[in-house]
């Protein structure tokens, strides 16, 4: 197994996980859901129009925490946009419902991934796993 699909099986294993950026100099974290393994690449969406999309446009250090069974996996990168026509046919037709939503909308689904991540894999007290991505 890959260390990006390590990533992904945590992720959904936990189901929902959040997703962390800064506005400013202020720390935000929301809960994400949306992930799409395609061609090798772990790739997150949501609306170019929400204020997530511009703080990591703004910064785009970033990090994916999500737990379960008592643990934790932390996973950290750069976020780095893509405009790939292949990459956001996947998107829809991994997520049909959501991006019929967006096109009724006139919104636009921003399509990122995290370059250079580092992903570590924790129980409450211990390190279990530590690993780029």
Not at 67 to 88: C, H, N, P, Q
């Given at each position: 197994?890959?260390?990006?699909e390590?990533?992904l099986?945590?992720?959904?294993?936990?189901?929902?996980?959040?997703?962390?950026?800064?506005d400013?100099?202020?720390?935000?974290g929301?809960?994400?859901?949306?992930?799409?393994l395609?061609n090798g690449?772990?790739?997150?969406?949501?609306?170019?129009?929400?204020?997530?999309?511009?703080?990591?446009?703004a910064?785009?250090?970033?990090?994916?925490?999500?737990?379960?069974?008592?643990?934790?996996?932390?996973?950290?990168?750069?976020?780095?946009?893509?405009?790939?026509?292949?990459v956001?046919q996947?998107?829809?037709?991994?997520?049909?419902?959501?991006?019929?939503?967006?096109?009724?909308?006139?919104?636009e689904?921003?399509?990122?991934?995290?370059?250079?991540?580092?992903?570590?894999?924790?129980?409450?007290?211990d390190?279990?796993?530590?690993?780029?991505v």
């Amino acid at each position: 197994m890959s260390n990006v699909e390590k990533v992904l099986d945590y992720l959904n294993e936990a189901k929902v996980f959040y997703f962390l950026t800064t506005d400013g100099d202020q720390p935000k974290g929301r809960p994400f859901g949306f992930k799409l393994l395609y061609n090798g690449v772990l790739y997150f969406g949501c609306g170019t129009f929400k204020n997530v999309f511009k703080q990591l446009e703004a910064n785009p250090k970033v990090e994916v925490l999500a737990m379960k069974d008592g643990g934790f996996m932390r996973y950290d990168g750069k976020a780095t946009i893509v405009k790939d026509d292949a990459v956001l046919q996947a998107v829809r037709e991994a997520s049909p419902g959501i991006m019929e939503m967006y096109d009724k909308n006139g919104w636009e689904m921003g399509v990122f991934y995290l370059a250079d991540g580092h992903a570590e894999i924790r129980g409450m007290m211990d390190l279990i796993e530590e690993f780029d991505v």
